[in-house]
């Protein structure tokens, strides 16, 4: 995988291991990023507005769905992973642009449940003159991965016009 690019793979898992996973993500009890954030940080009074608008369910390694990211990942990206942290994200029509580059080496966002909507898809920016510019946008497609270079700047494009609430597995691999 060469730096700053960005791959796309529709029908990441395969079918019926998707139909069954987005029939367990709707289930799930999704805890608020900010009720989380305050526990771990009580003398931090900010009001991140990242962690106001995102809601996540953390992925424990022997989970089987984690498991068959890892091969699905050496399948079409021709990546070994050897450490990853992975969450099921849910967030929300509305939110403002939240331009942002993640701690890890890579990432593999798979979109779950939602609208096939441009705007319940992703941005990457480009820094110009100290200003986010908007670079690409992926629409969201169910059972789409986007595999990404970390260090690209990207953000939820919920802000940008017609969306709706969206369930998104993000991987976060760091070896």
Known sequence: MQKNNIHI???FFDDDFFVKLQKEIVLLNFNSRLAD??????DDDSNNI???NY?????????LVYQEVTKKIKKYFNFSVKGMT???FLSFPNTPA???KDRSIYNCLIYLVGDKLINNGTGFYEMIEEEYILNTH?????????FFDSKITHSPLQFAGNSTPRYVMA?????
Request: charged share 20%; hydrophobic share 30%.
């Open 9 to 11: 793979q529709d029908n």
């Open 37 to 42: 954030f305050k526990k771990n940080n009580p």
């Open 50 to 52: 990242y962690q106001r």
């Open 55 to 63: 809601h996540h369910v953390a992925i424990y390694e022997d989970a």
């Open 86 to 88: 992975s969450n099921y």
């Open 98 to 100: 939240i331009p942002h």
């Open 138 to 146: 992926v629409g969201f497609k169910e059972n789409r991965a986007i």
């Open 171 to 175: 991987n976060f691999i760091t070896a």
